[in-house]
């Protein structure tokens, strides 16, 4: 999500409870891939690769319950390959719930590199010397789940990227509620959307489940779910055993929103309209979305969703809030 200055982090902090513990992962270090936090599980039978990741950015808390969960349930999978990870671990190791904002990364976005141009190139950071360590495995990988959560509150979210096999995919995991397709950032290509995940012609998959606001106990609750369910999908552990994990309750029928317009504040002067949140719909075209200083912003279609919406510390340049269609009530 988009932070702001150290001022606004530690300001936002003081507000925001801390409600999850950061696992210890000292003792998944050494791992049996080579590269350090990554564990690789091979069945023996055939089947794909299926990559669970945490801590993409490193204060993104429920990731790493859910995979410290993983591996102390010694999960094995029953065809294919399964790795656990743990990417941004520095970021993560630095993780402090009286800061909680300030360890997102070290140096740069690490899910802002993932493209060959980036990984091959000469330039350095601490998160780039991590996704190049990491690329190898990656390649090898057919099935990914990204576990991410968010700055503002915010319910839960799939990210599915702009193609059908992802929305697809986040169809069969069935969880979270709203699937979310979008290309990504201006500013660099998520793991989500690196190599064979992003081509529609690969057989190469991958989703990015934002589980709910960073610390809040609820997305430890989603990231367990949609990983189960995410594993299930994948047909490569024991259905009983999945069952076992997976909520009796059925999840809320899904509903797509595709991604089409990015509102970049121009003031520093920018209000939603009262009640508005994210998620919120705004049933028709022209319905009053805020104000960036005395310009109104208006919904540009009917069943606008607002996706993620910056609520506090906005100033020009940033982006305040995507925009997406509300497509299909499954
Ligand atoms: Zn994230």
């Known amino acids: 999500m988009v932070t702001g200055t150290t001022t606004t982090m530690t ?8 409600e999850l513990a950061a696992p210890d992962i000292s003792a998944y ?7 350090d936090y990554i564990s690789t599980f091979d069945s023996g039978k055939p089947g794909p690769h299926v990559l669970v990741n945490a801590v993409t950015h490193g204060n993104e808390i429920c990731g790493a319950i859910a995979v410290d969960r993983l591996f102390k349930m010694n ?18 190791l630095r993780f402090d719930a009286a800061e909680p904002h300030q360890s997102r990364f070290i140096d740069e976005d690490f899910n802002r590199v993932w493209t060959p141009a980036t990984l091959d190139g000469s330039r350095d950071s601490t998160e780039l010397r991590r996704a190049r360590a990491m690329r190898p495995l990656i390649d090898q990988v057919d099935l990914l789940l990204d576990i991410h959560s968010m700055h503002d509150p915010h319910g839960p979210v799939m990210i599915s990227g702009p193609l059908d096999k992802g929305i697809a995919f986040a169809r069969q995991v069935g969880t979270p509620q709203y699937i979310v397709a979008d290309r990504g950032h201006a500013n660099g290509t998520r793991m989500r959307d690196y190599g064979g995940f992003g081509d529609p012609d690969s057989t190469k998959n991958a989703l990015l489940v934002e589980c709910g606001q960073h610390w809040e ?11 189960w369910r995410f594993l299930r999908s994948c047909e490569i552990v024991d259905a009983e055993l999945a069952s076992a994990q997976i909520s009796a309750d059925p999840p809320p029928s899904q509903s797509l929103v595709r991604v089409t317009d990015a509102v970049v504040a121009n003031s520093l002067d920018f209000r939603f309209a009262s009640g508005l949140k994210g998620l919120s719909r705004l049933a028709r075209k ?37 925009l997406g269609r509300l497509e299909v009530s499954a």
């Open 75 to 92: 999960l094995r999978p029953s065809r294919g390959k399964l790795s656990l990870a743990f990417a941004n671990v520095d970021a993560y």
């Open 11 to 18: 300001t936002m902090a003081t507000n925001i409870k801390v």
């Open 29 to 35: 270090r050494r791992g049996n891939t080579g590269i």
């Open 286 to 322: 022209g319905d009053l979305i805020g104000h960036d200083g005395r310009t109104p912003v208006l919904a540009p279609y009917d069943n606008c969703v607002l996706i993620m919406p910056t609520m506090v510390h906005v100033k020009p340049g940033l982006t305040v809030v995507r």
């Open 217 to 227: 106990k609820a997305a430890e609750h989603m990231a367990w779910q949609t990983t």
